[in-house]
DNA sequence: CTACGATATATAGAAGGACGAGGTATAAAG
DNA sequence: CTTTATACCTCGTCCTTCTATATATCGTAG
């Protein structure tokens, strides 16, 4: 049975990112695999949506890269978190937690509710 | 005080409309207002969003609008769901409630997440 | 009376992200 | 040697969001 996969909003890509890449250098093609992995194939990340958002954090100063080796031997572009990187996450995982919470209250409106 | 607005991701609006106007038949200004408040002011739609969105959401046939008086007596445009719009906010609260579960897990991974 | 703020709708234009499709290259497995 | 998995990249398209602007009515403050 394939997992509903669902398109990501616009924006909330970045985050995960940041948050992966902040557990640890890692490079793009094993974000994209641990995302699918722990959301359970609820996030699915396409190439064409990944390595343009790894360029756009890496310009936007967020994450810095070096080619290194992975363990199997090939050359892959490790990312890590700047410091810069590390205050964005702490700053986009609580607008995330508020949008959520102001979601959760408006989805749990009932007809009472804006009386 | 900062007012910590925040912008919505690309897609979510669709839902909060649909809920919105689930809970009986209102005219666009006030499912704006009625969004602002409930969520107290983290979610903001400005007219430039909710009235393309409005458009959208009936041209796709989620919902139906009317010409009647406001309580104020003043004409407005309102909205109702459709059948199919009903359907619809059962699916996109569902898949919203799938993402923000899976990101939550993304979220809460520690470093012997994926091991 | 006039100017302003709130109500109420609408569109145009700019900006930006997500994605599919395509391309490159290497290593291991069959 | 061809396929599969790894690993990177980019172009073009689509779609949504937001800023700004425009229109019109109503109540109220000056």
Same mark, same amino acid.
Not at 30 to 46: F, H, Y
Not at 58 to 77: F, Q, V
């Given at each position: 049975? =394939?997992?509903?996969?669902?398109?990501?909003?616009?924006?909330?890509?970045?985050?995960?990112?940041?948050?992966? !890449? =902040?557990?640890?250098?890692?490079?793009?093609?094993?974000?994209?695999?641990?995302?699918?992995? !722990?959301?359970?194939? !609820?996030?699915? !990340?396409?190439?064409?949506?990944?390595?343009? =958002?790894?360029?756009?954090?890496?310009?936007?100063?967020?994450?810095?890269?070096? %080619?290194?080796?992975?363990?199997?031997?090939?050359?892959?572009?490790?990312?890590?978190?700047?410091?810069?990187?590390?205050?964005?996450?702490?700053?986009?995982?609580?607008? %995330?937690?508020?949008?959520?919470?102001?979601? =959760?209250?408006?989805?749990?409106?009932?007809?009472?509710?804006?009386?």
């Amino acid at each position: 049975m =394939a997992p509903p996969k669902s398109d990501l909003p616009q924006g909330t890509l970045d985050l995960l990112i940041l948050k992966v !890449v =902040a557990l640890g250098p890692v490079h793009g093609y094993a974000i994209a695999q641990r995302l699918e992995q !722990v959301s359970r194939g !609820v996030v699915q !990340v396409p190439e064409g949506s990944l390595y343009p =958002a790894l360029h756009r954090l890496e310009n936007r100063g967020l994450l810095a890269a070096d %080619w290194k080796e992975t363990e199997t031997g090939r050359e892959a572009k490790f990312y890590r978190l700047t410091g810069k990187g590390r205050k964005q996450l702490q700053t986009e995982a609580a607008s %995330w937690q508020r949008l959520i919470d102001a979601i =959760a209250l408006i989805l749990a409106m009932a007809n009472g509710g804006a009386r």
